[in-house]
């Protein structure tokens, strides 16, 4: 696998070779309501999180109040016949709440970030001091907002979701253009939920080794096998949407993961991790108790001093004892030099 570079959050070095920095991705689970928001926090923490993220914008940030057809959405997603501007205004995470929810997630040892959606949320981000800076999917065209993040020096995380690979370029050299020095991009499939048939996982190596950044996955499927396998593929960054209960209505509640799922997930990535270890082909420790019972070659019949040995008086079998198996052809152009019992593993010395 490519070595890639890492990203410094924090305290944490992020990419190949590191522990998978796993982010839980508040949004709009909070349903407005501050305790709830802090409550996630400290429910992502205990679920394994190395991260809490939020998102930075108002309904007037980010669209118009507009009754017109075009600020309607259409079919094909969870939010069908919604107006854009009342969904965002049901989704926002208050500002003021975001510096609080920020010093709970540090006090917990977790990081805390977010998405900016404009100029404004970006400058808003710069006075809470966040460590890294979130490029969601749909804003990965904008190419202007990538400029304005770039240009604070912070790291970024891109998702990619709809993205061909000539956007994925256009915005990874808009951003390295504007003075990011550290860039990571996540495999996304932007379904709200997504089904596992639609992630074409074998991209994130070629997402990492096309662009030479690390790479993970910010993930909207329901099955926390999905993650598991992004990080067998290389995936250093695991990002998924949580919520403390997913049969409270919300906005994104229908694809986030509840906090016993999230921990699921976190066991099985950590899990993964220990698994993939290195290229290696020495006998480890617990190995070694089990060599014994590989085959070797005894003495089957008992077998008299200078007579011959032959497929009826040795054989190759367990346990390991005797000389390898290799050794058979030899073995059985040779004769005994001593008196042989039945069950003897046979050494050189036995042979004339």
């Not at 991705?25 to 394994?48: C, P, T, W, Y």
């Not at 082909?281 to 070797?296: D, G, I, L, N, P």
Request: contains cysteine; charged residues 20%.
């Amino acid at each position: 696998m490519i070595a890639l570079p890492e990203l410094q959050i924090g305290n944490r070095l992020v990419g190949t070779g590191h522990s998978c920095y796993i982010i839980a991705e508040m949004s709009g689970n909070h349903s407005q309501d501050f305790e709830q928001a802090l409550a996630i926090v400290r429910a992502a923490k205990a679920a394994g999180a190395d991260a809490v993220k939020l998102q930075t914008y108002t309904p007037d940030t980010l669209t118009i109040d507009s009754d017109a057809d075009c600020f309607r959405i259409g079919k094909g997603t969870i939010w069908e016949g919604k107006n854009l501007y009342k969904l965002y205004g049901e989704a926002f995470t208050p500002w003021d709440w975001q510096p609080k929810l920020k010093a709970e997630a540090e006090s917990l040892g977790m990081d805390c970030f977010s998405s900016p959606f404009d100029a404004t949320s970006v400058d808003f981000l710069e006075t809470m001091g966040v460590s890294c800076y979130k490029i969601a999917s749909f804003e990965l065209v904008d190419l202007p907002l990538i400029r304005k993040v770039a240009a604070t020096g912070k790291p970024i995380i891109m998702s990619t979701g709809m993205a061909t690979i000539g956007e994925i370029e256009e915005a990874v050299n808009t951003a390295r253009q504007a003075g990011c020095a550290q860039l990571a991009l996540l495999k996304c499939n932007s379904g709200y939920p997504a089904p596992p048939e639609d992630m074409n996982l074998r991209t994130i190596p070629h997402l990492g080794a096309a662009f030479a950044v690390p790479v993970g996955l910010s993930d909207h499927t329901m099955d926390v096998a999905v993650p598991v396998a992004a990080v067998a593929l290389g995936a250093c960054i695991i990002e998924k949407h949580f919520t403390l209960d997913r049969s409270v209505p919300g906005p994104d509640s229908a694809f986030s993961l509840e906090p016993a799922e999230f921990r699921a997930m976190v066991d099985a990535v950590r899990v993964t991790e220990k698994a993939l270890g290195a290229v290696r082909y020495e006998t480890t420790a617990k190995e070694e108790a089990s060599r014994v019972f590989r085959k070797s070659l005894f003495v089957v019949r008992d077998v008299a001093a200078g007579e011959p040995f032959t497929a009826e008086n040795v054989r190759c079998i367990r346990p390991g004892y005797g000389l390898h198996p290799r050794f058979m052809d030899e073995v059985l152009s040779a004769r005994a030099a001593v008196m042989l019992p039945r069950g003897t593993p046979l050494e050189l010395s036995h042979l004339r």
